[in-house]
């Protein structure tokens, strides 16, 4: 599990096994995992986080859509 990025308690990850899936990111914090699609930004699974959490994520993950895209890209479009 790669990790992408870390922005203040969150670890933004893929799993090896996400390659046959679109474009996505896994955000944790707290032994809690989001699943967020990346083009376009969209929650896909939250793991019961509260409104204002997911809220806060999505903007994050919209931030650094372009990064997270990217690092996909280069693990599983080889």
Known sequence: MPTILRE??????????????????????????????????RLQRDAGLPRSEVRRLTRLVER??????????ERFNR
């Open 8 to 41: 203040g308690p969150y670890r933004f990850f893929f799993y090896m096994s996400d390659r046959g899936e679109p474009p996505h990111v896994h955000v944790e914090r707290d032994n809690r995992v989001a699943k967020f699609w990346l083009n376009p930004v």
């Open 64 to 73: 650094h859509q372009d990064q997270l895209r990217e690092a996909w890209d």
